[in-house]
T-cell receptor, first 117, second 117 residues
Framework: AQKITQTQPGMFVQEKEAVTLDCTYDTSDQSYGLFWYKQPSSGEMIFLIYQGSYDEQNATEGRYSLNFQKARKSANLVISASQLGDSAMYFCAMREGPSGSARQLTFGSGTQLTVLP | DTGVSQDPRHKITKRGQNVTFRCDPISEHNRLYWYRQTLGQGPEFLTY????????KSRLLSDRFSAERPKGSFSTLEIQRTEQGDSAMYLC???????????????FGPGTRLLVL
């Protein structure tokens, strides 16, 4: 089974509107971390936001928020007030095990977001 | 505060040649990871170091691949006898063990794009 599933290969959003990028995950660990990264066409993976499995509140970082629904094993990224510069590939990733345990990240297949003027 | 750097950014080689990539992590980071990303996919873990010790290797890392981090600072990834299937983006990431509040976020470099002809 896929550990990280991103079901939207491509998404379009109008500039200044909000958009939600879906991510579901599969793990039997009680302690894990969820990350979102942005990858522009230049290739660099840019860290956006982190949610720990024991965090009770949804993470927020500026225009990014993570809608964490633990029982449903979903960790959707919400981008508010989209900007043209938000056009990029977005990856959801999971670290299984507690923070501090050096575990690799498992990535989904990504969602290509295009912001329309 | 400089980020993760990688060199070269692009490499074209002929099948059968050896190539070496370098990664310089964020200066105080003690963990370093290598990932490989093929077109249209998320990155896949290859190996990781804590200081100079290589602690985990993926089954993706065939015996043609070798990675080192001799003094616990920069790392090199060498591919011997390259094959066309090695064509990919090779990403390096670093993290600081102990920064639990951020879930030990991995920060990525710009990657090295390898094309094997």
């Amino acid at each position: 089974a896929q550990k990280i599933t991103q079901t939207q290969p491509g998404m379009f959003v109008q500039e200044k509107e909000a958009v939600t990028l879906d991510c579901t995950y599969d793990t039997s660990d009680q302690s894990y971390g969820l990350f979102w990264y942005k990858q522009p066409s230049s290739g660099e993976m840019i860290f956006l936001i982190y949610q720990g499995s024991y965090d009770e509140q949804n993470a927020t970082e500026g225009r990014y928020s993570l809608n964490f629904q633990k029982a449903r094993k979903s960790a959707n990224l919400v981008i508010s007030a989209s900007q043209l510069g938000d056009s990029a590939m977005y990856f959801c990733a999971m670290r299984e095990g507690p923070s501090g345990s050096a575990r690799q990240l498992t990535f989904g297949s990504g969602t290509q977001l295009t912001v329309l003027p | 505060d400089t980020g993760v750097s990688q060199d070269p950014r692009h490499k074209i080689t002929k099948r059968g040649q050896n190539v070496t990539f370098r990664c310089d992590p964020i200066s105080e980071h003690n963990r370093l990871y290598w990932y490989r990303q093929t077109l249209g996919q998320g990155p896949e873990f290859l190996t990781y170091f804590q200081n100079e010790a290589q602690l985990e290797k993926s089954r993706l890392l065939s015996d043609r691949f070798s990675a080192e981090r001799p003094k616990g600072s920069f790392s090199t990834l060498e591919i011997q006898r390259t094959e066309q299937g090695d064509s990919a983006m090779y990403l390096c990431a670093s993290s600081l063990f102990g920064l639990a509040g951020e879930g030990e976020t991995q920060y990525f470099g710009p990657g090295t794009r390898l094309l094997v002809l």
